[in-house]
């Protein structure tokens, strides 16, 4: 059984693709699995960019970034507060210039990925449990999660009304449910 969120979520898709016999099942929690526009993309691509990228890293990205980074947590927890723990985070470690790099080459590459990859989607064996937090402003519910349960005829989806981005955080209880639901499905006899 494998659990992803958001980029997580993309990569346990990609292993239930490439591995059906060795996954029993997948959760895959607020994830991209559509081309979509992403407003996040032109501040965390170019970091990644040769040379460009380069002086970015080393400049002008650590010091944006860390001017954004309240109001980045603020949109992926929404509408939930921010957990305390923030607070007693070093930033600057999610900050360092080889962080923003990979940062960037993951934002670079997720479309290109997922452009190849939704052609799979229904060749998908395993079961499926998909939760969405409702009001998630970072990556749509209705473009992303809802548009793969309905491209799965078999998949299981838990919606978060009251949860954004992180679905996990503002109803852990519903992440464990889909945790339950993917594993009673395993137990039932193909029809």
Known sequence: ??????????????????????????????????PTVRADAPFLVPPAIPLLGTLLRHTLSPVAARLLWPLWLRLLFSPAPVPGYFARFPTWLALRPEQLRAVGEEAAMLLPLVMRMQREYAHLTVPVCIVAGMRDRYVSTRAHSLRLHRAL???????????????????????????????????KPEA
């Open 153 to 187: 005829p078999r998949s299981t989806f838990i919606p978060v009304a009251a949860a954004g981005h992180m679905p996990h955080h503002a109803a852990p209880e519903a992440l464990m449910e889909a945790i339950r639901v993917a594993a009673r499905t395993l137990q």
């Open 1 to 34: 059984m494998i659990v992803g969120h958001s980029w997580g979520a993309h990569v346990a898709l990609a292993y239930g693709l490439e591995y059906p016999q060795q996954t029993r099942g997948l959760v895959l929690a607020s994830g991209y699995y559509y």
